[in-house]
C-alpha cells in the first residue's frame, strides 16, 4: 500500500488515559477500503471536562499522530483551514468515558466517542453549511475547536464486529467527532445526509471505507436529544 499524503491538521494535544491505545495504535496504518468492511457508525458525543484530561498522560506518536490525521481529514472535507485552530482529543478507558456519559449525558454505559465544541457554529437552517471558527485566540495560542474523548473497550468491540483494524475505526470516529466540533450534526435529516457525505469523502480521499456503506438511512446513528449539561453531540 503506498503512503498517504499527509493534509495539514490543526494543532493537537492528544492524551493517554486508558495505555490499551498505545498497544493497539502501534500498529501499522488503517487497511485501505478494498481491504476491509464498511465501518460501523460513530455514536453521539458530549463533552470532556478538564478533570477527566488532567488524569491522563501525553499521548505518544501513534496516538497524537492518529489523532492529527483523523482532524486533518475532517477539515480538509469541511473546506476550513486548520492554520490558527487546535483540538484536543483524549484515548480513554470505557470506564472514563461511562462517567463522562452519565455526567453530561444522563446515560449508563460508555459509548464510542464524545465532543465538546469550544463555540456553537451549528447553523439556522437544517441543510446548511455551519458557520467558519472563529479562530479568536490569546497569546499565540491556537483558537481552540474543542475537546474529543474516545473508549477504548467500545471502540475495538465495534471495530472487530465490522472486522475493521481499530485505527480505521478510531479514525473514522475523530473524523466524526470533529465534524461535531465544526457545527455538523444528525439531528435533522438534511444535516445528517451533509454530515454523513464528508465522513464519506473524508475516509474515500484516504482510501479507507465508506464508514456508511453497508448502512441503509433508517440504519444510521440516531440522534440524541439535548440534556443539561451536554452539547447534545
Known amino acids: 500500500m503506498s503512503a498517504r499524503t499527509a493534509l495539514p491538521a490543526p494543532e493537537i494535544e492528544a492524551s493517554v488515559e486508558d495505555r490499551a ?5 502501534a500498529q501499522p496504518p488503517a487497511v485501505p477500503a478494498d481491504e ?3 465501518a460501523v457508525p460513530a455514536d453521539d458525543a458530549a463533552a ?5 484530561a488532567a ?7 501513534g496516538a497524537a499522530a492518529l489523532a492529527a490525521e483523523g482532524a486533518a481529514m475532517a477539515l480538509a472535507a469541511a473546506g476550513v483551514a486548520p492554520d490558527g485552530l487546535g483540538v484536543s ?25 464524545l465532543s465538546w465544541p469550544a ?17 479568536l485566540s490569546w497569546d499565540g495560542e491556537p483558537a481552540p475547536l474543542g475537546d474529543l ?3 477504548y473497550g467500545t471502540c475495538a468491540r465495534e471495530a472487530e464486529a465490522a472486522g475493521l483494524p481499530l485505527r480505521t475505526h478510531a479514525l473514522h470516529l475523530i473524523v466524526h467527532g470533529t465534524l461535531h466540533l465544526l457545527g ?15 465522513e464519506s469523502e473524508a475516509m474515500l480521499a484516504a482510501g479507507l471505507p465508506d464508514p456508511y456503506l453497508a448502512h441503509s438511512r433508517e440504519g444510521r446513528p440516531d440522534a440524541e436529544p439535548r440534556s443539561d449539561g451536554s452539547d447534545g453531540r
Open 184 to 198: 455538523h450534526d444528525h439531528e435533522a435529516e438534511a444535516d445528517a445526509a451533509r454530515m454523513e457525505r464528508l
Open 149 to 151: 474523548a474516545l473508549a
Open 55 to 61: 488524569a491522563a498522560v501525553p499521548a505518544d506518536d
Open 119 to 135: 463555540e456553537d457554529l451549528a447553523p439556522e437552517t437544517p441543510g446548511e453549511a455551519p458557520r467558519p471558527p472563529s479562530r
Open 89 to 113: 482529543v483524549l484515548f480513554a478507558s470505557d470506564e472514563a468515558i461511562a462517567d463522562l456519559n452519565a455526567r453530561f449525558r444522563g446515560r449508563a454505559g460508555p459509548t464510542n466517542v
Open 48 to 52: 470532556v471536562p478538564a478533570d477527566e
Open 36 to 38: 476491509a468492511a464498511a
Open 21 to 25: 491505545w498505545e498497544a493497539a495504535l
